[in-house]
């Protein structure tokens, strides 16, 4: 693990741990996300979306929140967590195909302005909502870009549901990558902070991380996030990359960009400082438990 010496963004550091860059600065800050979206418009060949109390990684939660509940948990996390500064939402979906993380996020900017608001989308839908986002009140943003070449997209996510039909192959990454570049653009422009995350996946991915850093680059991204795939769903046969193979990617990467190393795949429901603390089980008690 290698942590850049210097914060990259003087702002967040100590108070966002995902845009933090130094160690001190990592484990200051907590974290809490509400799983309160449902669906998701692509499909990634890697997601296996999942409901349970066990397993750490993106896309599983314990149950899904109404954003009405989502209120009452914050409130909750705030007498809870120490230092809570950020409320994300990454799933169990994708926070962008339904209207339930806007709604939520402008609830909790009424009653807690203090707060920084944080999502994690994979960009289909963000040039059509990130205004709504920014009126929401969230200031960084992590777009999900693993390939920016339609041909290597393909076989990472095949197909998408776009305007009520649903695209595949070359027409659905065209579109895909368009419109992920296309919002990081206009999220740059309303002065949001933007993050990248790559899934780094042997075989298809992996030779094309320092081409995805540059475009994301050019688009207006400030850091990127190179996270190893878990191996799951259509993808169970690959492998973890391995250390070499990460690192060369991060270096890669890190002509463009700024790297971010402290990444936890977290869950969709996680709460505390990531990697450190952990109070997913203490904030839903026995009343907010799996269905
Ligand atoms: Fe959550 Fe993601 Fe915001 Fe962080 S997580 S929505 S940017 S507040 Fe962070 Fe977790 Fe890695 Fe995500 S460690 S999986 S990068
Ligand atoms: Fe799964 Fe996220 Fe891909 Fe949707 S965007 S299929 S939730 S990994």
């Known amino acids: ?26 484990a200051k800050a907590a974290r809490l996300h509400l799983p ?10 890697f997601c296996r979306r999942d409901f349970n109390r066990v397993e750490q990684r993106p896309g599983v939660a314990a149950r899904l929140l109404k954003p009405g509940e989502a ?14 500064t950020v409320v994300g939402i990454a799933g169990p979906g994708d926070p962008l195909a339904s209207d339930h993380a806007i709604d939520t996020f402008a ?7 203090e707060l920084t608001l944080c999502v994690s989308t994979n960009g289909l839908m963000l040039p ?54 296309d919002g990081i653009a206009r999220a740059a422009g309303l002065g949001l902070t933007i993050k990248i995350n790559t899934v780094l996946i042997p075989t298809l991915n992996d030779h094309h991380i320092g081409a995805v850093a540059e475009r994301v680059a050019a688009a207006g991204a400030r850091m990127i996030n190179v996270i190893p795939l878990i191996p799951e769903h259509q993808l169970a046969h690959l492998r973890e990359p391995t250390f070499i193979e ?4 991060r270096a890669a990467a890190a002509r ?12 969709a429901d996680a ?21």
């Open 246 to 249: 990460r690192h060369k990617a």
């Open 271 to 291: 709460a505390g400082v990531p990697g450190l603390t952990d109070y997913t089980r203490d904030l839903y008690g026995d009343d907010l438990v799996a269905e």
């Open 107 to 113: 609830r909790i900017h009424a009653r807690w302005p």
């Open 36 to 45: 309160v979206s449902p669906a998701c418009n692509i499909a990634c060949a």
């Open 1 to 26: 693990r290698q942590a850049s010496m210097q914060p990259a963004f003087p702002d967040l550091e100590g108070h966002h741990p995902c845009f933090s860059t130094t160690a001190e600065g990592h």
């Open 128 to 181: 059509a909502r990130v205004d709504d986002l920014h009126a929401a009140g969230v200031t960084t943003l992590t777009v999900t870009v693993n390939a920016v070449d339609p041909a290597i997209q393909a076989a990472i996510t095949p197909k998408l549901a776009w305007q009520r039909k649903r695209l595949d192959g070359l027409a659905a990454t065209e579109r895909l990558i368009a419109n992920q570049l």
């Open 256 to 267: 463009h960009l700024k790297v971010f190393t402290h990444c936890q795949r977290c869950r």
């Open 71 to 84: 209120v009452a948990v914050v409130e909750r996390a705030l007498r809870l967590i120490p230092n809570l």
